[in-house]
């Protein structure tokens, strides 16, 4: 799925270069006939496109939203982030000096990257991974090293082992609210203990969170509400979040909490990259973020129509597939991850699924090796529970057409 470039006359470092095969298969998925699970976009449909209208058309009275702005991002954005980022540590004071705006939280990764990397320098990652971080740490020369994840995130006793056993890290990077691929949320206990980690063998965490706040907080049990960040818990983690997943990807606003002597180099890093973001964007979000009544609101929705998605989707896998596939139940997030049991190759199964009109990622994409060849990643989170029985209805005829094969 993935392509190399290697064209000649180009820098060494374009050698290596690979697709993402996420996005590759995007392109693929382009077809109107193709019913997409694969891409991990947020819902168009409810996408708040008039209450971005109106932050649009109140940025636009400003004469500050056409210009220029500081390259650590607009004040009055800092400001609310730092506030809101406040609030999901439980109070802890987030001073407004330590937040960085990005150009979505993934130049943020590579920001971060180029500050904390040297070439051949050890990055831990989930297993499987963010592929988006997958594709940072490789264009940064990183040596990728991977920790397997259960079902309550990374599994910390097998880094304890690893480091005990000479690892030594630069960077563990993580998702541990709502994991794409897995959907799986770290528990209060690994999250300590990573973070004690960190301070005992000295390494940075990057605590990758874009999907905390689509918790599907169910009013009977706190299932799905995640426990206080990673960063509550050790001053070596550099937190990410996003307005890609909450608000709209265009906007292009994510942003990072992190010591000064990271936010003085990421600074500097960027003035290079890009100068600073756009302050028209930057001003919308700040704006949709500080409306906390109609944010909350909103919030509300998301998490309503996603855990309805999600139900769809699932119960329609466990009625086409039965004993064959085992399907994770997400609690947040946008993705189900589901393992075939009868030895199905979801690589080979992505062929079949596209000419029968759906597609879906399998399991290899977000791994370096073949492991994880009998699963795959779902996206529930853009399509109506009616369009989603119509994908797994595919997905089933193009199972049966390639086992018959
Ligand atoms: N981190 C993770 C774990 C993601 O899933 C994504 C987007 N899919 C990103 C970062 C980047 O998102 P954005 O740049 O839109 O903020």
Same mark, same amino acid.
């Given at each position: 799925?993935?392509?190399?470039?290697?064209?000649?006359?180009?820098?060494?470092?374009?050698?290596?270069?690979?697709?993402?095969?996420?996005?590759?298969?995007?392109?693929?998925?382009?077809?109107?006939?193709?019913?997409?699970?694969?891409?991990?976009?947020?819902?168009?449909?409810?996408?708040?496109?008039?209450?971005?209208?109106?932050?649009?058309?109140?940025?636009?009275?400003?004469?500050?939203?056409?210009?220029?702005?500081?390259?650590?991002?607009?004040?009055?954005?800092?400001?609310?982030?730092?506030?809101?980022?406040?609030?999901?540590?439980?109070?802890?004071?987030?001073?407004?000096?330590?937040?960085? =705006?990005?150009?979505?939280?993934?130049?943020?990764?590579?920001?971060?990257?180029?500050?904390?990397?040297?070439?051949?320098?050890?990055?831990?990652?989930?297993?499987?991974?963010?592929?988006?971080?997958?594709?940072?740490?490789?264009?940064?020369?990183?040596?990728?090293?991977?920790?397997?994840?259960?079902?309550?995130?990374?599994d910390t006793d097998e880094l304890e082992r690893r480091l005990a056993a000479g690892l030594r890290p630069a960077v563990v990077h993580?998702?541990?609210?709502?994991?794409?691929?897995?959907?799986?949320?770290?528990?209060?206990?690994?999250?300590?203990?990573?973070?004690?980690?960190?301070?005992?063998?000295?390494?940075?965490?990057?605590?990758?969170?874009?999907?905390?706040?689509?918790?599907?907080?169910?009013?009977?049990?706190?299932?799905?509400?995640?426990?206080?960040?990673?960063?509550?818990?050790?001053?070596?983690?550099?937190?990410?979040?996003?307005?890609?997943?909450?608000?709209?990807?265009?906007?292009?606003?994510?942003?990072?909490?992190?010591?000064?002597?990271?936010?003085?180099?990421?600074?500097?890093?960027?003035?290079?990259?890009?100068?600073?973001?756009?302050?028209?964007?930057?001003?919308?979000?700040?704006?949709?973020?500080?409306?906390?009544?109609?944010?909350?609101?909103?919030?509300? =929705?998301?998490?309503?129509?996603?855990?309805?998605?999600?139900?769809?989707?699932?119960?329609?896998?466990?009625?086409?597939?039965?004993?064959?596939?085992?399907?994770?139940?997400?609690?947040?997030?946008?993705?189900?991850w589901a393992t075939f049991r009868d030895g199905t190759d979801t690589g080979e199964l992505l062929d079949a699924a596209l000419d029968?009109?759906?597609?879906?990622?399998?399991?290899?994409?977000?791994?370096?090796?073949?492991?994880?060849?009998?699963?795959?990643?779902?996206?529930?989170?853009?399509?109506?529970?009616?369009?989603?029985?119509?994908?797994?209805?595919?997905?089933?005829?193009?199972?049966?057409?390639?086992?018959?094969?």
């Amino acid at each position: 799925m993935s392509t190399t470039y290697r064209p000649a006359g180009l820098a060494a470092r374009t050698d290596s270069l690979t697709s993402s095969a996420i996005r590759d298969l995007l392109a693929l998925t382009a077809r109107d006939d193709v019913i997409s699970l694969a891409g991990g976009l947020p819902a168009t449909d409810l996408i708040p496109i008039d209450r971005i209208a109106a932050a649009a058309e109140a940025a636009l009275r400003r004469p500050d939203a056409v210009q220029y702005c500081e390259t650590s991002g607009h004040r009055t954005l800092r400001s609310v982030v730092a506030a809101r980022e406040s609030l999901t540590r439980g109070g802890m004071p987030v001073p407004v000096e330590s937040v960085i =705006v990005t150009h979505g939280s993934q130049q943020a990764l590579t920001l971060l990257a180029q500050a904390l990397i040297d070439p051949g320098a050890v990055v831990v990652v989930d297993e499987p991974a963010y592929t988006g971080a997958l594709q940072v740490f490789s264009i940064a020369e990183a040596c990728i090293e991977s920790i397997p994840i259960t079902d309550t995130g990374m599994d910390t006793d097998e880094l304890e082992r690893r480091l005990a056993a000479g690892l030594r890290p630069a960077v563990v990077h993580t998702v541990a609210n709502f994991h794409n691929p897995r959907g799986v949320t770290m528990s209060e206990q690994r999250r300590r203990h990573l973070a004690a980690l960190a301070d005992r063998y000295g390494f940075w965490v990057i605590e990758d969170d874009p999907y905390g706040e689509i918790c599907f907080d169910t009013t009977e049990s706190d299932i799905g509400v995640p426990p206080l960040p990673i960063a509550c818990h050790s001053d070596r983690v550099i937190r990410l979040s996003s307005a890609s997943k909450i608000l709209a990807p265009t906007l292009r606003v994510g942003w990072f909490v992190a010591p000064p002597s990271i936010c003085a180099a990421v600074e500097l890093l960027k003035q290079g990259a890009d100068l600073c973001g756009s302050s028209m964007t930057q001003l919308m979000a700040a704006e949709m973020l500080a409306d906390t009544a109609w944010l909350d609101a909103h919030l509300v =929705v998301l998490r309503r129509e996603y855990a309805c998605r999600a139900t769809a989707l699932t119960n329609a896998l466990g009625a086409e597939f039965g004993d064959r596939l085992t399907v994770s139940r997400p609690e947040g997030g946008m993705f189900a991850w589901a393992t075939f049991r009868d030895g199905t190759d979801t690589g080979e199964l992505l062929d079949a699924a596209l000419d029968h009109g759906v597609a879906f990622v399998p399991g290899t994409a977000f791994a370096s090796d073949a492991q994880y060849r009998h699963s795959l990643r779902l996206s529930f989170a853009g399509s109506t529970p009616a369009v989603l029985a119509e994908a797994v209805r595919r997905l089933g005829a193009a199972h049966t057409a390639s086992t018959r094969v």
